[in-house]
């Protein structure tokens, strides 16, 4: 499933979103941090890096703050029309949002489509997990670069 792959796409150039980018951003951790009762300082930090493996490992509901964690990167990833209710990825969306964030030039295009190639195809057991593993490869991806 090409699920979460972005939560990690929403952030990605944190720099070049634009005030309304921004603000929509702002608006959906403050909604996901909420419904997974999450404090916002946390629910911001998730949005720009990885989840440690281990948690992720862990899946959403052995530990309720490991289910914090995954069940943020699904709703941002949700709420943000990167991934359907189902797990979906949405690579047509996650390609135009990410255009108008990093550049709709040849070179940052093939990047975004590679980032949804690599990232794209990870399925975890469960959406949330799906999610957390699209996240982390995502920024795992972009700092490599």
Known sequence: MKVLFFIAVVIVAANALTEE?????????????????????????????????????????????????????????????????????????????LKLAIGSDEESVGMIKGLIDTCGSLKGDGECMTASMVHNCYWKNIKGQ
């Open 21 to 97: 980018q921004k603000k929509k951003a702002d608006e959906h951790t403050v909604v996901c941090a909420e419904k997974v009762g999450l404090d916002f300082d946390v629910a911001s930090k998730i949005r720009y890096s990885t989840i440690d493996d281990e948690i992720v490992e862990q899946r959403c509901f052995p530990d309720v703050t490991v289910f914090w964690l995954l069940g943020f990167s699904k709703c941002f990833l949700e709420r943000s029309g990167f991934m359907d209710i189902e797990g979906n990825l949405q690579p047509d969306v996650v390609l135009e949002k």
